[in-house]
């Protein structure tokens, strides 16, 4: 019920809430005040109505034993007279002095009547007369005072016997009293205070003997513990009589009823006066607030809002202004988001790249209508790692899984679907510090670089034929002597062997033999050399040493060393271990580079070459002393066609591929030069190669 209460206040607009909440703030107190005062007041009175009575009893009960209490003094006094006579004369007096005196007699031992003297009889006994009942006779021969039954006399009146006990000549003779109960009767109906209470007497047996009520009179009353009454009672402990004096609590708390009555007549009258006021109130401070939801509603739904105008000065006035400050400031700023909005697309939709937002639990929740192009509609609710990657499970080192890791930031993978051509995407993941919960915690970039990647195929390979383009004389020179000496040796032998020469022997044969398979050797090896480095491939992943790799390049540019006579300063650490990666490419990488220090030196330099391995990178190291770069050309040489040297002697390429190479190995390559000192470039690629390029 209160839940249904607090709901439906909840629900109701503002003016409700505060008519509502004057009323509640005007009558509670009021309530609570008259609740506390009749709390208190109840309990008191109570203690006041029960101590009256418990007064008026206790007066009552003393007057009827003190009257019991002088009738039994008389009857003693007049027991201690020993002569007849003097006796009935007594007695007579007694009941002219006494009104509640009926009968005074005498008895002997027996219980028999020897005197008497009767207000309404005659006064001779008769025969054998025996005046005591059965309860007084028991109690007659062990008690000093005897209390008899009520009983009725020959008129109907109510009448109670009495006795003294006393010793004469050592026998138990007794003074017996007839008293009339009238006089106690009326005594308790004139006590009746109000309408509200009433007073009766119990005898013994729990019958009523005086009440205010007649009809009740001679009734047995039950014992209950009536809890709707308010009453106390007082026992006459000789008599054995019951004096009870009683009044309803409806009665008794009448004046206090009355008196919250009509403080709820107030709480009524005070709760309409506040609720005017509250009704007031809460228009004067609630049309306001109403007019800012009414205008709030409206800024909410998207339209243009007016201007709320009030002459107040107070909180609400201040209220007004500052939503209309708002209202103001989010119309504007609305624009600026439409216009945002309507730029953000034509970038997400013109950027010619897959955008789509990707969930911790890899699902994705939105992609742009490129990236919707590139896969089939059935595949969209699939996890990222199968719908981008074609993978079973989340990709290796994924920033998803791996947020303290960046390498598969910018991964190049290979995606073919059906019988599609192969195409290579640039697979890039950017976490997102402000997204909403199940919205997307990542933003996917998905870039189609396979036109990129075949041109940069078309520029190494452009850059190995003009390489090979300079080095063709060197290539020529390089055939040239060995072929010359297989020639020299080839047709001296066939001389002397038409001549039939005896001074020709089978060892001289052989060593003709071996100079010639040696020449056709080299010959072999710079043709495989040349043919490797002027083949066009893609990247070949394999296990290669080092050492060979670097030797063959030597090998491409050894004629070039010899024109010029420069001194070759080869230090490959000992014990190198294999490499991991495409061999073809770092020897393009390091022809390149000693064919750039070869073209630094004029005459008789010096070009160095170092490999060692360090803290898991191997680290190649190419000096010269030559003429060095120029400050200004240091930011450019890595720039595509860019060249410092005379027409003829470069593309402009060189650089610009190796860069490409090495951070295809995941390694980096840095410039030191100075001008007239030489150049050193190092290249630094890591052990464990991480290719960026996925091979599926």
């Not at 025996?130 to 009725?152: C, N, Q, T």
């Not at 009353?221 to 004096?243: A, F, H, Q």
Request: include cysteine; proline fraction near 3%.
């Amino acid at each position: 019920m209160m839940k249904s209460i607090i709901h439906w206040l909840h629900s109701q607009p503002m003016r409700v809430k505060v008519l509502v909440f004057g009323i509640i703030m005007s009558t509670i107190p009021l309530l609570l005040i008259s609740y506390y005062y009749y709390s208190n007041v109840k309990p008191d009175l109570e203690a006041r109505i029960i101590s009256k009575q418990e007064l008026m009893l206790k007066n009552l009960t003393g007057e009827i034993e003190w009257e019991f209490n002088q009738i039994f003094q008389q009857a003693q006094f007049y027991s201690s007279i020993r002569e007849k006579e003097d006796r009935r004369t007594i007695f007579y007096d007694l009941l002219l002095k006494n009104s509640s005196i009926e009968e005074v007699v005498i008895t002997n031992e027996s219980g028999k009547v020897e005197e008497k003297v009767s207000r309404y009889e005659l006064n001779i006994p008769d025969t054998n007369e025996r005046w005591f009942s059965d309860e007084m006779w028991v109690a007659f021969r062990s008690e000093d005072r005897i209390y008899g039954k009520v009983e009725f006399n020959q008129f109907g009146q109510p009448v109670m016997k009495i006795a003294v006990v006393y010793l004469e000549n050592g026998s138990r003779n007794a003074v017996g009293i007839t008293i009339q109960l009238q006089k106690i009767i009326g005594q308790i109906s004139s006590l009746k205070q109000d309408n509200l209470s009433y007073i009766y007497l119990l005898d013994r047996e729990g019958k009523v003997i005086a009440h205010q009520d007649y009809r009740r009179l001679w009734h047995q009353i039950p014992d209950v513990d009536n809890k709707e009454m308010l009453g106390v009672r007082e026992k006459l402990t000789d008599l054995g009589w019951t004096i009870i004096m009683e009044q309803p609590k409806t009665t008794a708390y009448e004046p206090i009823n009355e008196m919250f009555m009509k403080g709820l007549m107030v709480a009524v009258f005070v709760t309409l006066i506040v609720s005017l006021i509250s009704i007031y109130a809460g228009l004067y401070f609630t049309a306001p607030i109403i007019v800012l939801d009414k205008e709030m509603r409206k800024l909410k739904a998207g339209y243009v809002v007016s201007p709320i105008i009030l002459n107040r000065n107070d909180e609400l006035g201040q209220l007004s202004q500052s939503f209309n400050e708002m209202s103001q400031e989010l119309h504007e700023k609305s624009l600026r988001l439409k216009q945002e909005k309507e730029r953000l697309d034509i970038v997400v939709n013109g950027i010619g790249a897959g955008l789509a937002l990707v969930t911790k639990n890899f699902q994705v929740t939105w992609m742009n209508p490129l990236l919707e192009g590139w896969i089939n509609k059935e595949e969209i609710k699939l996890p990222c790692y199968t719908l981008i990657g074609g993978m079973t499970t989340p990709c290796e080192n994924c920033p998803i899984t791996c947020p303290e890791r960046n390498e598969n930031a910018d991964t190049i993978m290979r995606m073919q679907k059906g019988k599609r051509e192969e195409r290579l995407f640039r697979h890039r993941v950017f976490p997102l510090t402000h997204a909403i919960k199940g919205e997307g915690e990542y933003l996917l970039f998905i870039e189609d670089v396979t036109e990129e990647k075949q041109m940069e195929e078309k520029m190494i390979q452009t850059d190995k034929l003009s390489a090979l383009g300079l080095m063709a004389s060197s290539f020529a020179h390089e055939v040239n002597n060995p072929l010359a000496t297989i020639h020299v040796y080839a047709e001296d032998l066939i001389e002397r062997l038409e001549q039939s020469d005896d001074a020709l022997d089978e060892d001289e044969m052989a060593l003709y033999l071996r100079k010639i398979k040696e020449n056709t050797d080299r010959c072999k090896r710079i043709t495989e050399n040349l043919l490797k480095f002027s083949r066009k491939s893609n990247w070949n992943v394999s296990h290669f040493d080092i050492k060979e790799t670097i030797q063959n390049s030597i090998s491409l540019v050894e004629y070039s060393l010899k024109k010029k006579k420069i001194l070759l300063d080869v230090s490959i650490q000992k014990e190198m271990p294999c490499m991991v990666g495409d061999s073809i490419k770092l020897m393009q990488v390091l022809v390149n580079l000693i064919n750039n220090s070869i073209d630094a030196i004029n005459q008789e330099g010096t070009v160095s070459i170092s490999a060692v391995q360090q803290n898991r990178r191997f680290v190649f190291k190419i000096s010269d002393n030559g003429c060095g770069i120029p400050d200004q050309d240091m930011q450019k040489i890595f720039d595509p066609f860019f060249t410092t040297k005379p027409v003829g002697k470069g593309t402009g390429l060189g650089l610009s591929v190796c860069y490409g190479i090495v951070e295809e190995f995941g390694g980096t390559i840095m410039v030191e030069s100075r001008i007239g000192k030489g150049t050193t470039v190092i290249v630094s690629i890591p052990a464990e190669t991480r290719f960026k390029e996925d091979k599926q």
